[in-house]
């Protein structure tokens, strides 16, 4: 058995060298020729129609796209004959006319169907794409007259039906109710990455993917540029699945066919190289066709470069160079080591039941804004600090800032974030988390808890109710005088001297944090860091500042094993 038959199924350890040579980066994959063949001669009939002359899709699409459809639709194993490829996720960067190319393969897909009243969809995530993939599609027909007698266009119900078996393109915006009655034979999303900021969008998935276990399996075709925020969610499980797919490291004979068009890690993290232009070739399959290199330069020049924030989201958008965890010169220097030190194990009450002492920070907000709670336990059998966090927030910040608003509610979904009615409640749950620290004798005599001064009146009081007073409980200075946290804790971090419960909205939380150099201390502020959320690793912080002073339990009050952690 060759190297290459010992891979497992759809592993493609070449595919940088792939796309340093201008290949499709991945794995071959073998297809019935017979069919191949007929779904790229209606696809190449297809014709844009939102380009002068409207060209075909024989002349205006690039091969990179082609090779795609071709094993979506065609790919079969040689001895059983049965399709291999049921996913394929494409990440490839912005204006590579992805819309345009899923219109037109939800056009193919219809057209090759031949089983009758089939239900397909193409899903956006907002209103203006799921209409400009619907305007697309409804252009193509409308520029062939065959094409009229084969397809049917309902236009106010976005819908495309093939008029000879009765079968239907559904084209949709994203929503928790998408999925109703038959699971779709064939479910095209675009700009998947934005799901990641959708509540219960791992949930529709699912629904979507039940109809691969039935015997008429349903088939799915991701396609999306990078994230212009830190991955989360659905799209960051569905891009961590990926990449283990394409570097063989996700089981022998996965479904999924991956087909990733960025820059290795290390050169993603290498700001130098990825704004050389003469390396932006290298993941943009379709300059010189709907990407003109001249006006992308010139886009850069005018507009990606004008701050730091900009370059950013240029880049994640156009060359799918990932943001948050160890990307951007001005990230939180323990960002780089964040995702290595997680440990999902851990939990409140595993925290508790492995800990010697613990130490509590509270960073609060106002009604527009984040509260938050970590609890960081000094391990018992080898300091090793082991972190976990709660957030909460009021119904007035979704509306006040609605650019965050769906990740929070995923945050929500998760369990890691608290959506309450009053401040009073909000302060009443984070002095119940102290208190049951405390009872399990975790808290020390002075400097257990530790909160930002500023808003935390009705805490103080919550704490006070439960017999939690100064010195127990003391402010810890901000600014500055966190330097030591904030360069302490990626050390710890890159040891693994410090672990985390990889919670997805503190894994958020780091990646929206900017570190600043203010005369010698560096900083990492809710200013710096602009409109994205940081207080779940503010609280961390704060903890942390307690923790240094190597403290000390108290003893437990009452009976810490008649009374198991309950966690709001």
């Known amino acids: 058995m060759s190297a290459i038959e010992a891979l497992p199924r759809f592993a493609c350890p070449d595919w940088w060298e792939k796309l340093q040579a201008g290949e499709v980066p991945i794995a071959d994959v073998p297809v019935n020729e017979a069919k191949a063949a007929r779904v790229l001669a209606f696809f190449n009939r297809l014709r844009l129609p939102d380009v002068p002359g409207n060209p075909p899709m024989s002349e205006a699409c690039g091969d990179w796209f082609k090779t795609i459809l071709v094993v979506f639709f065609a790919s079969e194993d040689p001895e059983t004959h049965r399709e291999l490829v049921w996913e394929l996720l494409c990440m490839v960067p ?127 075709l991701m396609i999306t540029t990078q994230s212009d925020e830190m991955p989360t969610g659905i799209w960051k499980s569905e891009l961590k699945k990926a990449r283990a797919i394409r570097d063989g490291k996700a089981g022998p004979a996965p479904i999924m066919l991956p087909v990733l068009y960025e820059f290795p890690e290390e050169f993603q993290r290498n700001e130098k190289y990825w704004r050389d232009r003469d390396n932006w070739h290298l993941v943009l399959p379709n300059l010189g066709l709907s990407i003109d290199e001249q006006a992308l330069e010139d886009d850069y020049e005018n507009n990606g470069k004008v701050s730091k924030e900009a370059e950013q989201i240029w880049a994640s958008q156009h060359l799918n160079i990932e943001i948050g965890v160890g990307l951007g010169g001005d990230a939180w220097s323990g960002a780089v080591h964040w995702e290595p030190a997680a440990a999902g194990w851990i939990t409140l009450d595993r925290l508790l039941g492995e800990s010697e002492v613990c130490t509590i920070g509270v960073d609060w907000g106002g009604a527009d804004d984040l509260a938050a709670l970590a609890v960081l336990g000094r391990r018992a059998r080898d300091k090793v600090w082991l972190l976990w966090v709660r957030a909460w927030a009021r119904e007035t910040v979704f509306k006040s800032r609605p650019q965050i608003a769906d990740a929070l509610r995923g945050f929500e979904e998760d369990g890691d974030l608290r959506v ?19 009872l399990a004798g975790r808290l020390p005599e002075a400097g257990g808890i530790g909160l930002d001064a500023a808003g935390i009146a009705l805490l103080l009081d919550a704490l006070e109710e439960m017999g939690m007073v100064s010195p127990l409980v003391q402010a810890v200075q901000q600014g500055w005088k966190l330097q030591t946290a904030i360069s302490t804790v990626p050390l710890k971090l890159e040891s693994r001297r410090m672990l985390h419960a990889d919670q997805p909205i503190m894994n958020w939380a780091v990646g929206n944090a900017k570190q600043e150099l203010k005369g010698s201390n560096y900083m990492v502020t809710k200013q710096a860091s602009g409109a994205a959320k940081i207080d779940p690793l503010m609280a961390a912080f704060d903890a942390a500042m307690l923790m240094f002073n190597n403290p000390q339990a108290a003893p437990p009050i009452g009976d810490f094993l008649a009374n198991p952690i309950m966690v709001i």
């Open 420 to 438: 309450v009615s009053s401040p009073e409640l909000q302060a009443a749950e984070a002095a119940e988390i102290c208190d049951r620290v405390r």
């Open 94 to 220: 912005k204006k590579n006319s992805k819309s345009t190319y899923v219109a037109a393969l939800g056009l193919t897909a219809l057209y090759m169907e031949e089983a009758p009243n089939r239900q397909m969809l193409l899903v956006g995530p907002s209103q203006n794409i799921s209409e400009r993939c619907f305007d697309q599609a409804q252009g193509m027909i409308n520029l062939d007259d065959k094409l009229k007698l084969i397809f049917k266009v309902q236009e106010h119900l976005k819908t495309v039906t093939r008029r000879k078996t009765g079968s239907k393109l559904e084209v949709k915006t994203f929503d928790t109710s998408i999925v109703t009655g038959e699971i779709p034979v064939l479910t095209i999303i675009d700009e998947l990455h934005e799901l990641g900021k959708k509540a219960k969008a791992a949930k529709v998935m699912q629904q979507i993917r039940g109809g691969g276990i039935t015997k008429v399996r349903g088939k799915v």
